[in-house]
């Protein structure tokens, strides 16, 4: 039985298409915002069509609290992972490496060093199973078993191959090298694959890049000069890597790099895996085994760096914060889950905001027969239309071409006139771009102003909010905060009033991003390729930003979207919202805005 006992609008339906979409091996992308119920009816597809077996992928943490309860209500048998690390009880929130980490817990697991473990081998999935349906809470579950003395990780992970709902975050799949470790390529043929969020693969490559410092590299010599002194070619290689990045012209975009330059100059991986295990061999004797799961080998991420050289990655260079790195990612973002869509027996994609359909196909090249549903054109508004004002204003725009201080001026005034005119609550402003942000921001006052950083916290923005009347939330587009950002009121009703979009966000053009045109091109044609990678990018981010306002049935909100191309037809249809006033001049927009904030926001 459906676990609620009234359906909302289309849940049953939907479940119905999950489990035809099961039993016919196809892919199925479900677009549904905030408030219909997406989790209960996916999973109630999954029971209905006889709860096969079904990897259940959230983007982080947090994600794995609603699909283990609604598993459990509806009588289907879950377990969940999230990062070992985090789970790890000796660690204790450490911020070594990933990588070494999975090392440092192979060590303390072989010679039996670490008592958590030494203890879980002991403990019966049944007794974990009684953790899971008594807590019903990822972190409450975590916790309990950590303070029983037994490992977290290995206890859930017993009950891997006993469940039919394994509620997992992306990289335990989506992750080649992580998922070589869990699954076989024929196992996953065994498995239903849904992805929560499935937005987010349009940035999946950000999963799998290997990332090194100018600091790692420096931090990486001294390491080898003091565990494997005897490794002169190596040190000699890396000050050869240091001169390079100190003489590149970079800035904040990614810029290519020769590969077969960084081949000859770093060499093969072998070699420096080989090196890892050598410095680890050394830190161990000296740290001692009671401090192993703490040791950190930092030639480690330029092991993985080579690796990538030889493999289907590109390298970049660029610099952030006054300080460079090299980075190397897929081109061809299809290498990564093809893999799994191809196995997989059926795929289920659902969010609030997926791109054009054939973009799973052409993109992430999908070869399974796709079913798309948008919700709301099928069943209706989840949340009443009248709730929401869209006004568009088309004398300013961010196009690179245009771009002035007369412009940066012009969205200035914007963003200030209506934050003056707001009464109470927050106007979430988002730009395409940090730069774009700082550039504007130049001209504003900022009294009661909150500006997303790259190290920005979600709950840093909740505490900024709180106790204020009103504030001014200022983020970039395709951020942390407009991907996961909610602030409501003790009645769970949305603070969020006004989403000012100050330019279409497409991506910053960059080395990557031209590569990555080129390599689809290929495929599909320029066009074909230059909607997936501008249009489709564009639309999710902006369809995310504005998602972040209406949360519930009560809540009203005013979107603007400041920019000319946002008239293009290709984004309004897929934006979806009928447009209830375009403005062409900074008198209009005065007058609207005046006016809806007084009369329409109460």
Same mark, same amino acid.
């Given at each position: 039985?459906?676990?609620?006992?009234?359906?909302?609008?289309?849940?049953?339906?939907?479940?119905?298409?999950?489990?035809?979409?099961?039993?016919?091996?196809?892919?199925?992308?479900?677009?549904?915002?905030?408030?219909?119920?997406?989790?209960?009816?996916?999973?109630?597809?999954?029971?209905?069509?006889?709860?096969?077996?079904?990897? @259940?992928?959230?983007?982080?943490?947090?994600?794995?609290?609603? %699909?283990?309860?609604?598993?459990?209500?509806?009588?289907?048998?879950?377990?969940?992972?999230?990062?070992?690390?985090?789970?790890?009880?000796?660690?204790?929130?450490?911020?070594?490496?990933?990588?070494?980490?999975?090392?440092?817990?192979?060590?303390?697991?072989?010679?039996?060093?670490?008592?958590?473990?030494?203890?879980?081998?002991?403990?019966?999935?049944?007794?974990?199973?009684?953790?899971?349906?008594?807590?019903?809470?990822?972190?409450?579950?975590?916790?309990?078993?950590?303070?029983?003395?037994?490992? +977290?990780?290995?206890?859930?992970?017993?009950?891997? +191959?006993?469940?039919?709902?394994?509620?997992?975050?992306? $990289?335990?799949?989506?992750?080649?090298?992580?998922?070589?470790?869990?699954?076989?390529?024929?196992?996953? /043929?065994?498995?239903?694959?849904?992805?929560?969020?499935?937005?987010?693969?349009?940035?999946?490559?950000?999963?799998?890049?290997?990332?090194?410092?100018?600091?790692?590299?420096?931090?990486?010599?001294?390491?080898?000069?003091?565990? /494997?002194?005897?490794?002169?070619?190596?040190?000699?290689?890396?000050?050869?890597?240091?001169?390079?990045?100190?003489?590149?012209?970079?800035?904040?975009?990614?810029?290519?790099?020769?590969?077969?330059?960084?081949?000859?100059?770093?060499?093969?991986?072998?070699?420096?895996?080989?090196?890892?295990?050598?410095?680890?061999?050394?830190?161990?004797?000296?740290?001692?085994?009671?401090?192993?799961?703490?040791?950190?080998?930092?030639?480690?991420?330029?092991?993985?760096?080579?690796?990538?050289? @030889?493999?289907?990655?590109? %390298?970049?260079?660029?610099?952030?914060?006054?300080?460079?790195?090299?980075?190397?990612?897929?081109?061809?973002?299809?290498?990564?889950?093809?893999?799994?869509?191809?196995?997989?027996?059926?795929?289920?994609?659902?969010?609030?905001?997926?791109?054009? $359909?054939?973009?799973?196909?052409?993109?992430?090249?999908?070869?399974?027969?796709?079913?798309?549903?948008?919700?709301?054109?099928?069943?209706?508004?989840?949340? +009443?239309?009248?709730?929401?004002?869209?006004?568009?204003?088309?004398?300013?725009?961010?196009?690179?071409?245009?771009? /002035?201080?007369?412009?940066?001026?012009?969205?200035?005034?914007?963003?200030? @006139?209506?934050?003056?005119?707001?009464?109470?609550?927050?106007?979430?402003?988002?730009?395409?771009?940090?730069?774009?942000?700082?550039?504007?921001?130049?001209?504003?006052?900022?009294?009661?102003?909150?500006?997303?950083?790259?190290?920005?916290?979600?709950?840093?923005?909740?505490? @900024?909010?709180?106790?204020?009347?009103?504030?001014?939330?200022?983020?970039?587009? &395709? &951020?942390?905060?407009?991907?996961?950002?909610?602030?409501?009121?003790?009645?769970?009703?949305?603070?969020?009033?006004?989403?000012?979009?100050?330019?279409? $966000?497409?991506?910053?053009?960059?080395?990557?991003?031209?590569?990555?045109?080129?390599?689809? /091109?290929?495929?599909? &044609?320029?066009?074909?390729?230059?909607?997936?990678?501008?249009?489709?990018?564009?639309?999710?981010?902006?369809?995310?930003?504005?998602?972040?306002?209406?949360?519930? $049935?009560?809540?009203?909100?005013?979107?603007?979207?400041?920019?000319?191309?946002?008239?293009?037809?290709?984004?309004?249809?897929?934006?979806?919202?009928?447009?209830?006033?375009?403005?062409?001049?900074?008198?209009?927009?005065?007058?609207?805005?005046?006016?809806?904030?007084?009369?329409?926001?109460?």
């Amino acid at each position: 039985m459906f676990p609620y006992s009234k359906p909302r609008t289309g849940q049953i339906s939907v479940a119905e298409k999950v489990a035809n979409t099961i039993s016919s091996g196809g892919c199925l992308c479900i677009e549904a915002p905030t408030g219909f119920g997406k989790t209960v009816a996916v999973l109630y597809g999954v029971k209905l069509a006889g709860s096969p077996n079904t990897l @259940y992928l959230v983007r982080t943490r947090n994600e794995l609290v609603q %699909p283990l309860i609604e598993s459990l209500k509806i009588g289907l048998k879950p377990v969940f992972l999230y990062s070992k690390k985090a789970m790890c009880p000796l660690l204790r929130g450490g911020s070594i490496d990933i990588h070494d980490f999975w090392e440092n817990c192979r060590i303390l697991r072989k010679t039996k060093m670490c008592p958590y473990y030494v203890n879980t081998e002991e403990l019966d999935v049944e007794s974990v199973y009684k953790f899971i349906e008594r807590l019903q809470n990822p972190f409450k579950i975590v916790r309990e078993l950590s303070k029983r003395g037994y490992c +977290p990780f290995y206890s859930l992970k017993k009950l891997l +191959p006993l469940s039919n709902i394994i509620i997992l975050t992306y $990289p335990y799949v989506l992750n080649p090298s992580i998922r070589e470790a869990f699954f076989s390529e024929e196992e996953i /043929s065994n498995y239903v694959v849904a992805v929560d969020e499935a937005h987010s693969l349009l940035s999946i490559a950000d999963i799998v890049e290997q990332r090194v410092s100018r600091i790692r590299i420096e931090r990486s010599i001294n390491e080898i000069r003091k565990y /494997s002194p005897q490794s002169t070619l190596l040190i000699d290689r890396l000050y050869h890597l240091l001169d390079f990045i100190d003489k590149a012209s970079v800035d904040k975009r990614l810029r290519h790099v020769d590969k077969d330059f960084l081949r000859n100059l770093l060499g093969t991986p072998d070699t420096w895996f080989d090196l890892v295990d050598d410095i680890r061999i050394h830190k161990v004797k000296e740290y001692g085994y009671r401090d192993v799961v703490s040791i950190r080998v930092y030639c480690l991420p330029i092991a993985y760096l080579v690796w990538s050289l @030889y493999s289907r990655y590109e %390298p970049f260079i660029y610099q952030q914060n006054d300080l460079r790195y090299i980075v190397s990612k897929p081109i061809d973002q299809s290498i990564i889950v093809k893999p799994v869509f191809d196995k997989a027996s059926s795929i289920i994609l659902f969010s609030g905001t997926l791109p054009d $359909p054939s973009y799973y196909s052409d993109v992430l090249g999908i070869d399974k027969p796709i079913e798309y549903i948008d919700v709301e054109d099928v069943y209706g508004p989840v949340f +009443p239309i009248e709730n929401r004002v869209l006004v568009i204003a088309t004398y300013v725009s961010s196009k690179y071409s245009v771009r /002035s201080r007369h412009i940066y001026k012009l969205y200035a005034d914007m963003i200030q @006139y209506t934050f003056n005119h707001l009464d109470h609550g927050i106007m979430l402003t988002v730009y395409p771009s940090y730069d774009f942000m700082k550039c504007i921001l130049e001209y504003m006052d900022l009294d009661k102003v909150f500006i997303e950083e790259r190290s920005t916290r979600i709950n840093d923005v909740i505490d @900024y909010c709180t106790n204020r009347k009103k504030c001014l939330v200022n983020a970039v587009a &395709g &951020g942390k905060l407009c991907e996961g950002i909610e602030i409501v009121d003790k009645k769970g009703r949305s603070l969020i009033k006004v989403v000012f979009i100050a330019g279409v $966000p497409y991506p910053q053009p960059d080395d990557y991003v031209e590569l990555s045109l080129k390599q689809l /091109s290929l495929k599909i &044609g320029r066009d074909g390729a230059w909607k997936h990678l501008y249009i489709d990018t564009a639309v999710t981010r902006t369809k995310q930003a504005i998602g972040r306002a209406v949360r519930g $049935p009560s809540d009203q909100a005013v979107y603007i979207l400041a920019d000319n191309r946002f008239m293009d037809p290709r984004i309004l249809k897929r934006i979806g919202l009928r447009i209830n006033k375009i403005v062409r001049s900074r008198a209009e927009y005065m007058r609207v805005v005046k006016v809806l904030l007084r009369e329409f926001l109460v």
